[in-house]
């Protein structure tokens, strides 16, 4: 018997919940989802009943069209490590969470073992334009055709795979080669993840270096400061391009993605408009595989 695949949908504030909840619901409804376990986590012991009819009528209008299990529980002890827990436990597929917690979903970014979805206050509950982080680490054919996945013939992506010039590509394509050849690096890359042709546009910016974020603070890394840049240049693309998502890849293996993926993904974290979905290297079609998989094969809607 084939495991259901399975979406874990934390739920803090009530108001900024919903965000979160609307945003998943979108995540199902885009190609489906089998199963959803809704969880709020209380550090101190509280009225537990209470608080799981509180999040049922929360969930519920968010979920009514998604033919998906969905399971309601409550959850006492520290954030981050139940969180992680029972996502072990029901062997999760994504994580999803809101991003008024900033530190808590960075942390989540590299800690958890599956795939990450980080929601900002506000964010509209869309996923048609994503933009995708890419650097020429060894796990970058892999994220490609792990984003490139996501996309179906019934909800299509318009999917931009952008990479920021910086010293470490160099290895691959120098940073004095014209655009042109820089680009045709990633359209290789593109080719290599085996995608459909046109599928994925390619885009080559260079690594800002005017606005300054990071050095005010002497103290700060070099790789910090650098992370910073990159991070920002991304999030500057994220506008320019009206890109509803950010793609990003964890545990990457070159030079540039040991230094400065911690700071990259961290900066990328904090100060995103638009939600952030965290690909974990080495479990390249987790997510793909739950949100493709068809409404058919997904139970009725149930609550527990």
Not at 145 to 174: F, I, Y
Not at 250 to 267: A, C, D, M, N, W
Request: include cysteine; charge should be neutral.
């Amino acid at each position: 018997m084939t495991r259901m695949s399975s979406m874990v949908v934390a739920v803090g504030a009530a108001e900024h919940g919903r965000t979160v909840l609307q945003y998943a619901a979108r995540l199902a409804q885009v190609c489906g989802a089998g199963e959803i376990r809704v969880v709020h986590v209380t550090p101190v012991p509280e009225d537990s009943s209470q608080l799981r009819e509180g999040l049922r009528a929360l969930a519920e209008p968010c979920f009514a069209h998604i033919p998906a299990a969905l399971t309601i529980d409550v959850l006492q002890g520290p954030l981050t490590d139940r969180l992680l827990a029972y996502g072990a436990e029901h062997q999760a597929d994504l994580l999803v969470v809101g991003g008024r917690r900033r530190v808590l979903a960075s942390r989540l970014a590299m800690l958890a073992p599956c795939a990450l979805a980080v929601v900002p206050p506000g964010a509209p509950a869309a996923l048609e334009r994503p933009l995708m982080a890419l650097d020429f680490s060894g796990a970058a054919t892999e994220a490609l055709r792990w984003a490139a996945s996501l996309s179906s013939p019934e909800a299509p992506l318009a999917l931009t795979a952008l990479h920021v010039m910086t010293p470490e590509s160099t290895g691959l394509v120098s940073t004095d080669d014209p655009p042109s050849v820089q680009l045709d690096r990633v359209r290789q890359l593109i080719s290599e993840a085996g995608t459909e042709p046109g599928s994925i546009v390619a885009r080559v910016v260079p690594l800002s270096s005017g606005h300054g974020i990071g050095r005010q603070h002497h103290w700060s890394p070099a790789a910090a400061i650098q992370g910073s840049d990159i991070a920002d240049t991304i999030l500057s693309e994220v506008s320019a391009l009206n890109a509803d998502a950010l793609i990003v890849s964890t545990r990457g293996r070159s030079r540039s993605v040991s230094i400065l993926l911690g700071s990259v993904t961290e900066k990328i974290i904090e100060r995103s408009p638009v939600p952030v979905l965290v690909h974990r290297a080495g479990a390249p079609h987790r997510l793909a595989d739950l949100l493709r998989r068809g409404f058919s094969h997904a139970s009725p809607l149930r609550t527990n």
